[in-house]
């Protein structure tokens, strides 16, 4: 399977080479990437769980079970 921003990314990464630029690979750049997202949503997700939790309406839980 074609990944066209992976080849992309790889054409980048070649012509910087071959400007004797030193380069990581792609497996490390998509290794460090995404962390600083992936722990941003980490540290909003209490608050998106607290809006999610205000929003729902007030009342006891829905019974267990069939028909609850």
Same mark, same amino acid.
Not at 16 to 24: F, L, S, T, Y
Not at 32 to 38: E, G, K, N
């Given at each position: 399977?074609?990944?066209?921003?992976?080849?992309?990314?790889?054409?980048? =990464?070649?012509?910087?080479?071959?400007?004797?630029?030193? %380069?990581?690979?792609?497996?490390?750049? &998509?290794?460090?990437? /995404? !962390? #600083?997202?992936? =722990?941003?949503?980490?540290?909003?997700?209490?608050?998106? %769980?607290?809006?999610?939790?205000?929003? &729902?309406?007030?009342? /006891? !839980? #829905?019974?267990?079970?069939?028909?609850?």
């Amino acid at each position: 399977m074609r990944d066209p921003r992976g080849e992309d990314l790889q054409e980048a =990464l070649d012509k910087a080479a071959a400007r004797g630029e030193e %380069v990581p690979s792609v497996d490390e750049i &998509l290794g460090f990437v /995404p !962390a #600083p997202l992936y =722990l941003r949503e980490l540290g909003t997700g209490a608050q998106l %769980v607290e809006r999610l939790l205000t929003a &729902l309406p007030a009342g /006891p !839980a #829905p019974a267990a079970g069939r028909g609850g």
